[in-house]
Nanobody, 119 residues
Framework: QVQLVESGGGLVQAGGSLRLSCAASGRTFSMYVMAWFRQGPGKEREFVASITTIGSSTYPSDSVKGRFAISRDNAKNTVYLEMNDLKPEDTAVYFC????????????WGQGTQVTVSS
């Protein structure tokens, strides 16, 4: 099973950009579908984007489509979230998550990284 550690969060002005990283331990990273979720203040956790095991397909949510991009580098055991044109409503703790292809649930989560977008 992989363990996940996010980094790259911070404070940014509206319209700015940030790149989040999620480093995974273990030698089976390429067997996991990866995703980013976020939880804003007073809100439920929501799906942001996912990527297939070899990165051939990505699935962004409607709320971030065209602004955020998920990618992965299996040689580095890392998944990324490139966030552009950030808005105050993107303020949240961002979590990366992993699941086996055959699993229906996201079984492994990182600790989260805070992203704050000021207006």
């Amino acid at each position: 099973q992989v363990q996940l550690v996010e980094s790259g969060g911070g404070l940014v002005q509206a319209g700015g950009s940030l790149r989040l990283s999620c480093a995974a331990s273990g030698r089976t990273f390429s067997m996991y579908v990866m995703a980013w979720f976020r939880q804003g203040p007073g809100k439920e956790r929501e799906f942001v984007a996912s990527i297939t095991t070899i990165g051939s397909s990505t699935y962004p949510s409607d709320s971030v489509k065209g602004r955020f991009a998920i990618s992965r580098d299996n040689a580095k055991n890392t998944v990324y979230l490139e966030m552009n044109d950030l808005k105050p409503e993107d303020t949240a703790v961002y979590f990366c998550a992993a699941r086996r292809v055959s699993s229906g649930s996201w079984g492994t989560w990182g600790q989260g990284t805070q992203v704050t977008v000021s207006s």
